[in-house]
């Protein structure tokens, strides 16, 4: 089965105790992503990668970091997280091939929590 | 960067109404424009999409307008249904130019049976 998948999914942590949300896809995707959700705001962007070795910046990097050692994983990493960061995490990826933009196929999400 | 505008932010309709959610986007660039569900506590999910090179599409009861001039598409559903409770986003962006796609901020649409 095609999938995006996520952990943890939930997770209740305290400010400055570093963690990593896990993201693995198994459709062969170049493409793969980190949203944000929180409420009235959307999906914001944290990271993308087009490819593996290849990271670049969203709309909200800062606080974050990612990797994309292998093309089915893209680990997300908060060295060291504030209560600013809780939030529902989302992990997505899609295929560029064929010259248009593909679905996104997200995660069932990671819900974080940061004291 | 890209910027995009949902209204409303909430929306309540009676079952077998229609409901149309508007979004604005600011990139004269963007030329792909996804709508996303997310039903509660699930994930985003891809239900329709349109690129610049045409106005308008359908699939069933949904459809999707777009006018590049004024830089704003919409959704619409028509004969809803309690099923279509959920939240939807818009989204914006370059066709396959790296990619940003920019979401709105959702709108929370309930259907009362």
């Known amino acids: 089965e095609a999938q995006v998948t996520q952990n943890p999914r939930y997770l209740i942590t305290v400010t400055g105790k570093k963690l990593t949300v896990t993201c693995s896809q198994n459709?062969?995707?170049?493409?793969m992503s980190w949203y944000r959700q929180d409420p009235g705001l959307g999906l914001r962007q944290i990271y993308y990668?087009?490819?593996?070795?290849?990271?670049d910046k969203g709309d909200v990097p800062e606080g974050y970091k990612v990797s994309r050692k292998e093309k089915r994983n893209f680990p997300l990493i908060l060295e060291s997280p504030s209560p600013n960061q809780t939030s529902l995490y989302f992990c997505a990826s899609r295929s560029m091939t064929g010259g248009k933009t593909g679905e996104l196929f997200f995660g069932e999400g990671s819900r974080l929590t940061v004291l | 960067g890209e910027n995009v505008e949902q209204h409303p932010s909430t929306l309540s309709v009676q079952e077998g109404d229609s409901a149309v959610i508007k979004c604005t986007y600011s990139d004269s660039a963007s030329n792909y424009f996804p709508w996303y569900k997310q039903e509660l506590g699930k994930r985003p999910q891809l239900i329709i999409d349109?690129?610049?090179?045409?106005g308008e599409k359908k699939d069933q009861r949904i459809a999707v307008t777009l006018n590049k001039t004024a830089k704003h598409f919409s959704l619409h559903i028509t004969e809803t249904q309690p099923e279509d409770s959920a939240v939807y986003f818009c989204?914006?962006?370059?066709?396959?130019?790296?990619?940003?796609?920019?979401f709105g901020g959702g709108t929370r649409l309930m259907v009362k049976p």
């Open positions: 990668s087009m490819n593996v070795e290849v990271t």
């Open positions: 349109i690129r610049s090179n045409v």
């Open positions: 459709m062969n995707h170049e493409y």
């Open positions: 989204a914006a962006s370059i066709e396959n130019a790296g990619n940003m796609l920019t």
